[in-house]
């Protein structure tokens, strides 16, 4: 039966899942549940899903209370990145954020470097301001070599990170400041505590979090929608599904480097231009890995970025 058609409005999509699409005017905070009819595809970008949480959107109010998506506004920033699967498919993660946390665990589980790098790359490439959340510190006793380590990598290429717990509370009235008056975005993989993080920032919100558990530690993968909270303190948050590896999506071998901050700003030293700072003679930043200004971590994660681009071309 044809509906008919009622007012056409403008709103941010809060809440995806499967085949719908909450949307809420922000700041006004009240979600209607849209569809998108028909095919919305954006120019170039094959991604699995077209609309992302963030997206702002046009939707036409239906006589049932929700409504239909007809249009999506060009964007100001966004996360994406690809499967790691066979498939290799690309998926927006969010749309027009101002902060994207990288929630990270050194322990319980432990998630590895090239993780991080490769989320930071890629906020730097879509430029998302990146924020690095060193989460569980009260379980980090036996670990504050390996703590002090990448506190010293990160900060030296010119990320900061907060330290926090969502069981001591530490760190948390920080992030509170950073993320009023913003939509941020939490990302990390499974259990490193998104879900307890927001819970801790506004704890009338009560999300579903889950253990960890297994031989490795890992999380059980609990939150499974992409879904936008709004803190009582100010400001939005969206909370994520665990990533488990986060694929680049192409990146020219000459650029890659012009995403690491520390490599950025010292760039413009090298003899050749464009340089991969591979085996040019006269690298400025292969000089800097030399002296220990540029970490031989993040170096060598930029070498494995390469090689990988190149598997794939
Ligand atoms: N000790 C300690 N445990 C924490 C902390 N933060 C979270 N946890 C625990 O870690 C487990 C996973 O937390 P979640 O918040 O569900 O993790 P998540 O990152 O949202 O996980 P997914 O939704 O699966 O991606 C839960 O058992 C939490 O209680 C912390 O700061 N310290
Ligand atoms: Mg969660
Ligand atoms: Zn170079």
């Known amino acids: 039966m044809p509906v008919e058609k009622l007012e056409r409005e403008s709103a941010t999509v809060v809440k995806h899942t499967g085949s ?10 009240d979600p209607v549940c849209c569809v998108v009819r028909g095919k919305i595809r954006i120019k170039e970008l094959h ?18 209370g929700g409504g239909i998506i007809t249009r999506i506004h060009s964007r100001k920033n966004y996360i994406i990145r690809k499967s790691v699967n066979l498939s290799r498919q690309a998926h927006i993660i969010a749309a027009n954020i101002d902060i994207a946390f990288l929630v990270y665990t050194l322990a319980f589980p432990e998630t590895i470097t090239t993780f991080a790098d490769r989320f930071l790359v890629t906020c730097e490439a879509y430029r998302v301001p990146a924020v690095i959340i060193l989460n569980k510190s009260d379980l980090l006793e036996n670990f504050r070599e390996n703590v ?14 907060i330290e926090t717990s969502s069981v001591t509370g530490e760190g948390i009235e920080e992030l509170r400041e950073v993320c009023k008056g913003k939509l941020s975005l939490v990302s990390g993989i499974s259990g490193t505590g998104k879900s307890s993080l927001i819970n801790c920032l506004d704890p ?23 879904e936008v909270h709004p803190l009582s303190t100010g400001g939005y948050i969206i909370d994520t599904p665990g990533i488990r590896g986060f694929g680049l999506i192409e990146i020219e071998e000459e650029e890659l480097s012009h995403y690491f901050p520390e490599m950025l700003r010292i760039l413009k030293g090298c003899r050749f231009a464009p340089c991969t700072h591979t ?11 030399e002296k220990g200004e540029i970490s031989p971590e993040r170096y060598s994660s930029y070498l494995g970025m390469l090689e990988e681009e190149g598997k794939y071309r």
Request: charge should be negative; include cysteine; charged fraction near 25%.
């Open 20 to 29: 719908h699409y909450w949307v809420s005017p922000l700041p006004v905070w």
């Open 279 to 289: 085996h040019e003679p006269g690298c400025a930043v292969k000089e800097a890995v």
């Open 148 to 161: 002090e380590r990448f506190k010293e990598i990160y900060t030296s290429a010119g990320y900061r990170i």
């Open 204 to 226: 009338t919100l009560r999300l579903r979090t889950g253990e960890i558990s297994g031989y490795h530690l890992q999380g059980k993968h609990t939150t499974t929608f992409y």
């Open 47 to 64: 991604t699995t899903n077209p609309i992302a949480v963030g997206d702002i959107v046009d939707y036409e109010k239906q006589e049932d």
